[in-house]
């Protein structure tokens, strides 16, 4: 009877495990409804790695303002993205994207971004949670972090420091980033 007892409390231990690791995610609802998404949609070789990790406990996007990143968010972006909203976000059939006007003011944070993109929102933007990875969402993320070309007192993503070492975009003049760079995000 004991070694049950002890099998059971060992079973019971490891059965909260995973709901301590939900209890330290944020949040994740769905930009018209306010229902939650339901994160499991994603294709499940882009949910573990570190940026999906990190952006999941914080909320913020760890891509952002990392160079080495930039070629890999860069073409995640034209490939998913610019049809509709423009090479440079300056908009098309979607509204523009690198500029402090947001549709949704949530999207001036990475988590109300990534919301509106993983879940859809009005209009011809569909839900994309299915059909791209959570990684890949985030690499677009900070491409349009990339090209925001109004004031940094606006870019509610960047943090102190960056606001302060910021420079628009500016797309007469892009520096296209260089493609021969590993993307690593900062160890946190």
């Known amino acids: 009877m004991r070694k049950f007892v002890k099998f059971a409390a060992v079973v019971v231990a490891f059965a909260f495990i995973p ?5 330290q995610q944020i949040d994740l609802v769905h930009t018209i409804t306010g229902m939650p998404l339901d994160l499991s949609l994603s294709p499940k070789e882009g949910q573990d790695t ?3 990790k990190q ?11 990392v160079e080495s990143c930039m070629h890999e968010a860069e073409e995640m972006f034209l ?12 908009g098309k059939i979607g509204p523009g994207l690198n500029d402090n006007y947001w549709t949704y003011p949530k999207n001036t944070t ?17 839900p994309q949670g ?10 677009a993320i900070a491409w349009i972090r990339h090209f925001y070309k109004d004031s940094p007192e606006d870019a509610d993503w960047l943090t102190d420091e960056q606001k302060a070492a910021f420079v628009p975009y500016d ?3 892009p520096v296209s ?6 993307c690593e995000i900062p160890a946190q």
Request: hydrophobic letters at 35%.
């Open 55 to 65: 952006f999941l406990k914080t909320g913020h996007n760890p891509y952002n303002q």
């Open 110 to 126: 990475d988590k109300g971004l990534f919301e509106t993109i993983y879940g859809g929102a009005r209009g011809q933007m569909g």
């Open 177 to 182: 980033p260089t493609e021969t760079l590993v």
């Open 50 to 52: 570190p940026a999906v």
């Open 79 to 90: 490939t998913a993205c610019s049809g509709c909203h423009g090479h440079v976000g300056e």
């Open 19 to 23: 709901m301590l690791a939900v209890a």
């Open 171 to 173: 797309p007469e003049n």
């Open 130 to 139: 299915s059909l791209r990875t959570m990684d890949e969402m985030l690499l």
